[in-house]
């Protein structure tokens, strides 16, 4: 054989080994990827059937009487937990591990969900007792109470108090003991009421000053009734007012 022949028989025996050796990867990737689906089949009924195994025992798995959300540096977040006293409560946290929203329910049927500052201070709060009264509730930065709302059985009431959480303005609407009417009240601050406004069941208006030594006691005001304006005397409710 001449040179030529040998060059041109070598280089179709290297083609021929490459040919051969990318069939046979070829078909270890065949074999490998069924292989990987065998297994995955097989894993999964394996998982399945355990899961199936253990379906009688999942309740008592996960009975836990507390649970703690830590983040990626090990802070704590949030706190879920039953206490001695039968309260479930529901607490999150800020960055710091301060509390900022509390979630509680008492084994009485009270709930209430509160919003705190950075401070500890409670901001604002939502109840519904267990009696049915339902109160919203919204505090300054020293945790004193501003600004209320209540709803209960025979009315609803708002309210404004001063800076030391002393009630200053009442604005309420009840309708109890044959009583009926829409009244908003002015306090000083002890805390006593000194005018009221209000309109009773037969839409009558008033407007009346009340004693500071008995805010149950009528210094004078005025009402209406058909159309007139009349003047109130010391110490009496008119009839047409519910006076007795």
Known sequence: MDTKTLETTGAKSLTDR????ERTLRKLRVILAFAVLVGAVVGFTAVLSLAKAQD???AEMYRVGGLVLVDKNGRSRGTWAVLDDGDVVLK???ARENPRVVML???EGHAEVSLLDGAGNARGSWVAAANGETEFLLSDSKGKPRLGAKVEANGA?????DGQGVPRTLWSVIAADGVDK???GLYDKGPKRRL???SNGEGTPAIVFLDVANPMAVLGGWYVKDSQLLPMSKGTLPDALGGR
């Open 157 to 161: 009431y708002f309210q404004i108090n």
């Open 182 to 184: 829409a009244e908003f």
């Open 56 to 58: 009688d025992k999942q």
């Open 92 to 94: 999150m946290n800020d």
């Open 196 to 198: 009221a406004m209000f």
């Open 105 to 107: 329910v008492d084994k």
């Open 18 to 21: 490459v040919e051969q050796l």
